[in-house]
C-alpha cells in the first residue's frame, strides 16, 4: 500500500474522532464559562421554582410582543417552566415576577442594547426578573436574554444565544438547550456551586456526542485542568485566567473577591468528591482560605463541622 494511501486512510479514521473531541472541547469551554459573571466571578446556580408570570410594556412592545413570548415560552419550556402571559390583564403589574420593556432606543445605550436584572434574596431560588430591550435590538436580544431570565448568567463565547457575537439569534443552538435541561435538571438544585453545576453540564453533553466513551473521556480531563488552573488561580501562582480578564468588567477589587469564592467551591469540591476526587484535608485547606479571605460560607461550613460529613 503507497505511503500516500495509508495517510489518506488513517486521516478517514481519525478525522471524525477529532472533530468530536474538539466539538466537545469547544462544548465544554462554553458550559464552564456561562458559570461565569461578566464581573469575572463564577457565580452559583440560581433557578426558577414556580411559574412565570410575564408582562410585556412599552411604547414600542406590539411588533415585538410575539417574538418576544415566543423567545420566552421557547426557553423556559427546554428547562420544565411554565409560562403564562398576563400583558393584558388590569393588575398585570402585581401579577408578573418577569417584566419585559421594550423601550425606544436612547433609554439604553448602543453599546448595551438590552439588560437583564435577576431578583433573589439568596443565590438559589428566582423571585423575578426585569428585562429592558430597545426596540430596534428586541429581535436580535430576545433569545439571548430569555436565557439570562431563566437564571443562565454568563456570556461564553461559543455557540449559543448567549454570545455577544452570536451568529443564531432566532432560536435556541443545541448547546443553549443542553445548557437548560442541565440547569433545571432533577441532579441539579438551586444553589449549587460551579464544580457542583459543571459535572451536571458536562454530563448533558457527554449524551448529546457520537461516542460517549470519547466523550467521557475528554469530560475527565477538561475537569482536571479545569481544576488546576482554579488552584492556581486562587493561589495566585501564575496569569490571572483569560475566563476571568474576558469576563468584561474584572476590576483589582473583582479578582480578590474571585479568589475567595474560588476558594470556598473548591473546598466544596473536594469535600463532596465532585468534579475531583473527595479529599478532606484538600477540601479543609481550600475553606480555610476562603475563610481567611472573608467568606462567611466558608466559615459557617468550617464551623459546623460540614466537612467531616458528606452534607
Known amino acids: 500500500m503507497r505511503k500516500s494511501t495509508v495517510v489518506a486512510f488513517i486521516t478517514a479514521v481519525l478525522s471524525p474522532c477529532v472533530a468530536q473531541a474538539d466539538a466537545f472541547e469547544e462544548g465544554m469551554s462554553t458550559m464552564w464559562e456561562v458559570l461565569w459573571h461578566q464581573s469575572g466571578t463564577a457565580t452559583r446556580l440560581v433557578r426558577w421554582e414556580q411559574d412565570i408570570k410575564v408582562r410585556v410594556i412599552g411604547a414600542n412592545a406590539a411588533p415585538h410582543r410575539l417574538h418576544t413570548l415566543k423567545a420566552l415560552r421557547d426557553v423556559a419550556a427546554e428547562a420544565g417552566v411554565k409560562v403564562e402571559d398576563v400583558s393584558d390583564r388590569p393588575d398585570a403589574a402585581q401579577q408578573a415576577n418577569v417584566s419585559i420593556e421594550i423601550s425606544a432606543d436612547h433609554a439604553l445605550s448602543a453599546a448595551q442594547p438590552c439588560e437583564t436584572r435577576l431578583d433573589f434574596r439568596s443565590e438559589t431560588t428566582l423571585d423575578g426578573a426585569a428585562t429592558q430591550m430597545r ?177
Open 135 to 311: 426596540g430596534s435590538d428586541a429581535y436580535r436580544c430576545a433569545y439571548h436574554e430569555a436565557m439570562h431570565i431563566m437564571g443562565v448568567r454568563g456570556h461564553p463565547e461559543g455557540d449559543t444565544v448567549l454570545s455577544y457575537f452570536a451568529a443564531h439569534v432566532d432560536g435556541l443552538t443545541p448547546l443553549d438547550k443542553a445548557m437548560l435541561r442541565a440547569w433545571y435538571a432533577p441532579a441539579a438544585r438551586a444553589g449549587m456551586t460551579p464544580f457542583e453545576l459543571l459535572p451536571v453540564l458536562a454530563d448533558q453533553l457527554v449524551a448529546s456526542m457520537p461516542s460517549r466513551q470519547l466523550a467521557t473521556l475528554a469530560r475527565d480531563r477538561f475537569l482536571a485542568r479545569t481544576i488546576g488552573e482554579m488552584e492556581a488561580f486562587v493561589d495566585g501562582r501564575g496569569d490571572v485566567p483569560v475566563i476571568v480578564k474576558r469576563s468584561g468588567k474584572s476590576s483589582e477589587l473583582g479578582v480578590r473577591f474571585g479568589r475567595m469564592e474560588m476558594s470556598y467551591f473548591l473546598g466544596v469540591a473536594y469535600q463532596q468528591g465532585l468534579a475531583v476526587r473527595r479529599d478532606q484535608t484538600k477540601a479543609v485547606r481550600w475553606l480555610q482560605r476562603a475563610a481567611d479571605l472573608g467568606s462567611r460560607s466558608a466559615q459557617a461550613r468550617l464551623g459546623a463541622g460540614k466537612v467531616a460529613g458528606n452534607s
